[in-house]
Every structure is written in structure tokens, then in C-alpha cells.
């Protein structure tokens, strides 16, 4: 029995390890995670305003679809 639980315990970390990771990545926290690192900022109003600007830059530089 008490394998049981564990194994559902298990399952039940790795789907919210998962639903926080998809969060993520919906709120753009993983990507401004990932543009501190890489531009050896720290979290501020300023660094996230570069982070937008970025952003928006690229959003512009792809090509439109229909």
C-alpha cells in the first residue's frame, strides 16, 4: 500500500513540476528567465522593458501569414 501512495506521489510531482513549467512559458516568465541569463541582467523594470522591446523586435522581424 505504501507503494502505492509513493508511486502516486511521484506522478503527482512530475504533472505539477509540468503545469508550473507550462505556466511558464505561457506568462513569458521562462523566456525572461532565460534573457537575464544570457544578458547578465537581474530582474528590474528596466531589464524587463529591454526584454519587451526584444521581444517586439522579433515579433516584427517574422514573417506575416496570410
Known amino acids: 500500500m505504501k507503494k502505492f501512495f ?21 506568462f ?3 523566456a525572461y528567465a532565460r534573457f537575464l541569463n544570457r ?13 519587451r522591446r526584444e521581444f517586439e523586435e522579433a515579433k516584427m522581424r517574422r514573417p506575416k501569414c496570410c
Open 6 to 26: 509513493d508511486d502516486v506521489l511521484t506522478r503527482a510531482k512530475k504533472f505539477y513540476s509540468t503545469l508550473l513549467a507550462t505556466l511558464r512559458e505561457i
Open 39 to 51: 544578458a547578465g541582467m537581474v530582474s528590474s523594470s528596466e531589464s524587463y522593458a529591454a526584454f
Open 28 to 30: 513569458d516568465e521562462a
